[in-house]
C-alpha cells in the first residue's frame, strides 16, 4: 500500500529547462494538492484538483501548471524553470471534504541553477 | 483577505516544560482547522482537527488545541514536552464549502532542550 508517491525524489535543473513533477496515489482521494516548502514560509499551494476533472490556482500558480490526468495521478511542470522555484515539493491528497486528513508524499527537492 | 499565521517561527523548550504554539486565521466563517507535524526529512502527519463541537480537541502524542471563537485561534498545547517533540508544527485551515482549498501557516519550528 504505497499510499502517496511522488517522482523524482530529486532533481537539479538548468534555469529554462522545464519538467514534470508527478504524483499518483493509491487511495481512492477525491482531492489532490500540490505544495511547495521553503525555510520561514511554509506551505504554500500552488495548486489543487478538488475532484477529477478540475483545477484550480492555490497560492502562487505562476511559472507552474498541472494535469489531472485521472483520479489517481496530478503533475505538475515547470515549463521554464527559474532559480525561485528551487523549493521541495509536496503532494497531498484528501479523500473527500475539506474535514478529512490529508496524506503526503514525501518530497520532490528541486535545485534550478 | 483569508489567511492563517502562525506568528512564532521558532521556539525552545525544555524537556519537561509545557508547550503552546499559537495559530490565528482570518476568514468570514470558521473553516475547518488542523494542526499537522513535520519531522526532519519527513511528509506532515494529521496530529488533530477541529469541525465543531467541544472546543478543545484531544489528538495523537498528548497533544490538545483549543478552538477560540472571539480571538479567531486555534492554539496547540502539550503539558510536558519531551525531546522526540522536535519538529516543525503546522496550522491548516480549510474553508468550509469552499472546494477544499487546504492552506497552511508558515510553520513554527520546536526545539527541545535536555
Known amino acids: 500500500n504505497a499510499g502517496v508517491t511522488q517522482t523524482p525524489k530529486f532533481q537539479v535543473l538548468k534555469t529554462g529547462q522545464s519538467m514534470t513533477l508527478q504524483c499518483a496515489q493509491d487511495?481512492?482521494?477525491?482531492?489532490m494538492y500540490w505544495y511547495r516548502q521553503d525555510p520561514g514560509m511554509g506551505l504554500r499551494l500552488i495548486y489543487y484538483?478538488?475532484?477529477?476533472?478540475?483545477?484550480d490556482k492555490g497560492e502562487v500558480p505562476n511559472g507552474y501548471n498541472v494535469s489531472r490526468l485521472n483520479k489517481r495521478e496530478f503533475s505538475l511542470r515547470l515549463e521554464s524553470a527559474a532559480p525561485s522555484q528551487t523549493s521541495v515539493y509536496f503532494c497531498a491528497t484528501l479523500r473527500g471534504q475539506g474535514k478529512s486528513e490529508a496524506f503526503f508524499g514525501q518530497g520532490t527537492r528541486l535545485t534550478v541553477v | 483577505a483569508q489567511s492563517v499565521t502562525q506568528p512564532d517561527i521558532h521556539i525552545t523548550v525544555s524537556e519537561g516544560a509545557s508547550l503552546e504554539l499559537r495559530c490565528n486565521y482570518s476568514y468570514g466563517a470558521t473553516p475547518y482547522l488542523f494542526w499537522y507535524v513535520q519531522s526532519p526529512g519527513q511528509g506532515l502527519q494529521l496530529l488533530l482537527k477541529y469541525f465543531s463541537g467541544d472546543t478543545l480537541v484531544q489528538g495523537i502524542k498528548g497533544f490538545e488545541a483549543e478552538f477560540k471563537r472571539s480571538q479567531s485561534s486555534f492554539n496547540l498545547r502539550k503539558p510536558s514536552v519531551h525531546w522526540s517533540d522536535a519538529a516543525e508544527y503546522f496550522c491548516?485551515?480549510?474553508?468550509?464549502?469552499?472546494?477544499?482549498?487546504?492552506?497552511f501557516g508558515g510553520g513554527t519550528r520546536l526545539m527541545v532542550k535536555p
Open positions: 491548516a485551515v480549510c474553508p468550509y464549502n469552499a472546494g477544499n482549498m487546504l492552506t
Open positions: 487511495m481512492n482521494h477525491n482531492s
Open positions: 484538483s478538488a475532484s477529477e476533472g478540475t483545477t
